[in-house]
């Protein structure tokens, strides 16, 4: 099986500190030293994913990725709840981590990795490709002066690749 990330290429909106730049920009850079955060209820990110592009026989699932921690706290940890959506915003799955100081270094969080769109439904490109990724604060209020710090977020697809026929190496060495 193969892997490969949707990572953000769009903000369709954002409640959240941006550290430089834009939301999707930081969240789908190779550094740690740049982020989104967020002392805050109720805040609400919402990103675009690049589209699924890889010759496939089939997704065997899809599961988000998230390296966040509590940034400015020595013993709090607060709620964070992750959405994929479908193209048109609609939540697909929901789930929430529980985010902690981890010593004011980033953990990452997986979510479930999910085999089908909806039930009996496998998944497609059709599926992935406009697919989003929403990251929020709605369940709790970060602590004191604390703030939920996200510096990565993206969604993994495992897949099965295509194998291509090579017929000219079957023919070549059989006839």
């Known amino acids: 099986m193969a892997t490969v990330n949707l990572t953000p290429d769009f903000t369709v909106s954002n409640d959240w500190n941006v550290s430089s730049g834009t939301a999707h920009g930081v969240l789908s850079d190779s550094t740690e030293s740049t982020n989104i955060d967020t002392n805050a209820q109720n805040k609400v990110c919402i990103l675009t994913l690049s589209n699924f592009t890889a010759a496939f026989d089939s997704i065997d699932s899809i599961r988000y990725y998230v390296s966040a921690f509590m940034y400015r706290s020595r013993t709090d940890d607060s709620d964070l709840q992750i959405k994929i959506e479908n193209v048109s915003g609609t939540a697909l799955y929901t789930e929430t981590e529980n985010i ?8 990452d969080y997986y979510g479930t990795a999910r085999a089908e769109y909806s039930t009996g439904v496998p998944w497609t490109d059709v599926h992935l490709n406009g697919m989003r990724i929403q990251l929020n604060t709605n369940l709790e209020d970060p602590p004191n002066i604390s703030f939920v710090r996200i510096t990565k977020a993206h969604i993994e697809v495992t897949y099965t690749a295509a194998v291509s026929a090579d017929n000219a190496t079957f023919f070549g060495a059989n006839f």
Do not use: D, E
């Open 100 to 107: 902690v100081v981890n010593g004011g270094a980033f953990a």
